[in-house]
């Protein structure tokens, strides 16, 4: 069964950082691009950034928003997925979903790790 | 990048209506588009892929079509249980990218 737990998750002050990491099991980790999706409080869904797969030596790609502020890995032998949140602003308040990809389409999602950033 | 244009953003229909939201892409990405269905506090769930695959476990009244730009998902006979609101998302390596929601209310 496919599972994904996010945590590390807080209150931080605005040009703060943050590390959010993501637990993935029952699939083999490394065959799959891995994304961080994005949810302002009432607000709809945002494409945050994503880890590719081994075939394509995990290279990584950031929406425009975020790009320079935030940086994911991966932790293969852990079967671990990072965001590196920098720079923190108001607006990247929400909560953080990690999920993964397979043929088309991301599921199931975990719960997500709620961000705030506020003074 | 590309774009997904969601509409109606909002949508209200009785039980046992059939209801239809549209997403058009900016591009042509072929069959590529998953639709989502989420409830207040909650993570979305897969509704749809590859335009018109119905997820396992999910009720037959739901269905995707389309190709290209245009992609739409029905809901043949709507149910209480079916307040909530939908996202498309497209998956055209490597970047994606979601419609902007459409909230369904059951009058």
């Known amino acids: 069964e496919v599972q994904l737990v996010e945590s590390g998750g807080g209150l931080v002050q605005p040009g703060g950082s943050l590390r959010l990491s993501c637990a993935a099991s029952g699939f083999t980790f490394s065959d799959h691009d891995m994304d961080w999706v994005r949810q302002a409080p009432g607000k709809g869904l945002e494409w945050v950034g994503r880890?590719?797969?081994?075939?394509?030596?995990?290279?990584?790609e950031y929406a425009a928003s975020v790009k320079g502020r935030f940086t994911i890995s991966r932790d293969n032998s852990e079967n671990s997925l990072y965001l590196q949140m920098n720079s923190l602003k108001i607006e990247d308040s929400a909560v953080y979903y990690c999920?993964?990809?397979?043929?088309?389409?991301?599921?199931?999602w975990g719960r997500g790790t709620l961000v705030t950033v506020s003074s | 990048d590309i774009q997904m244009t969601q509409s109606p953003p909002t949508l209200s229909a009785a039980v046992g209506d059939r209801v239809t939201i549209t997403c058009r892409a900016s591009q042509s990405i072929d069959i590529w588009v998953a639709w989502y269905q989420q409830k207040p506090g909650k993570a979305p769930k897969l509704l749809i892929y590859k335009a018109s695959t119905l997820e396992s476990g999910v009720p037959s009244r739901f269905s995707g079509s389309g190709s290209g730009t245009e992609f739409t998902l029905t809901i043949s006979s709507l149910q209480p249980d079916d307040s909530a609101t939908y996202y498309c998302q497209h998956y055209y390596i490597p970047r994606t990218s979601f419609g902007q929601g459409t909230k369904l209310e059951i009058e």
């Open positions: 880890s590719e797969n081994k075939p394509k030596n995990y290279n990584t």
């Open positions: 999920v993964v990809w397979f043929n088309g389409y991301v599921a199931p």
